[in-house]
């Protein structure tokens, strides 16, 4: 587990890193896909990703009263920036979630939410750092839930052989060395 754990913390890094330089669309595709990956890693192959996703969503990301949005509207968000880099998926354009439209650096997100409410919009604001906050937390959350329960562990583990591991090359120099025939 501490492998998937490394890799989650780069990626944080790497999202902190984007954050720090105002870019935004490339922390926001970050933050989506490491949601992605957490909940897939207890999700059931045969649910979907849309189901592992939203249920992650709303036990560890949800409630938090800095993100006025549902699972289902952040999954929304997550298929419209991954996919197609725009606020626009499906779900939002069958009606079934709201479009997040996001607030960043030193923007306060009441003054785009009182924007859209003039314009008669129907979007959802979030700070960019409030989502990325929200995920951080809830990482950590889920990080000493699943270590404090055996059987979803296992399943943690089960989900893990394919992880990429970072070897340092002098180790594999070694270890060719060490194995020549």
């Known amino acids: 587990m501490e492998t998937i754990l490394q890799n ?13 330089k105002l870019q935004i669309l490339p922390a926001l595709i970050l933050v989506y896909a ?15 990703v ?3 996703f939203t249920r992650w969503v709303d036990l560890y990301m949800l409630p938090n009263p800095k993100l006025e949005c549902t699972a289902l509207e952040i999954y929304s968000a997550r298929c419209g920036m991954v996919h197609t880099l725009t ?5 939002s354009r069958q009606g079934k979630a709201r479009i997040i439209m996001y607030a960043w650096g030193n923007a306060v ?28 937390s809830a990482l950590l959350k889920w990080e000493d839930d699943v270590k404090k329960d055996a059987q979803r562990s296992k399943r943690v583990e089960a989900n893990l052989p394919a992880s990429f591991v ?11 060395a060490g194995s020549k025939s």
């Open 109 to 136: 997100a009441n003054d785009l939410k009182e924007s859209t409410k003039r314009l008669g919009r129907t979007s959802v604001i979030v700070h960019v750092s409030d989502l990325h906050e929200a995920f951080q």
């Open 166 to 176: 970072n070897i340092h090359p002098d180790k594999i120099k070694t270890f060719l």
């Open 50 to 52: 849309q189901k592992s």
């Open 8 to 20: 989650l913390r780069s990626v944080d890094e790497a999202i902190q890193h984007c954050l720090t």
């Open 87 to 91: 606020a626009d998926s499906n779900l």
């Open 34 to 48: 490491a949601i992605d990956i957490v909940a897939s890693l207890e999700g059931d192959p045969t649910e979907g």
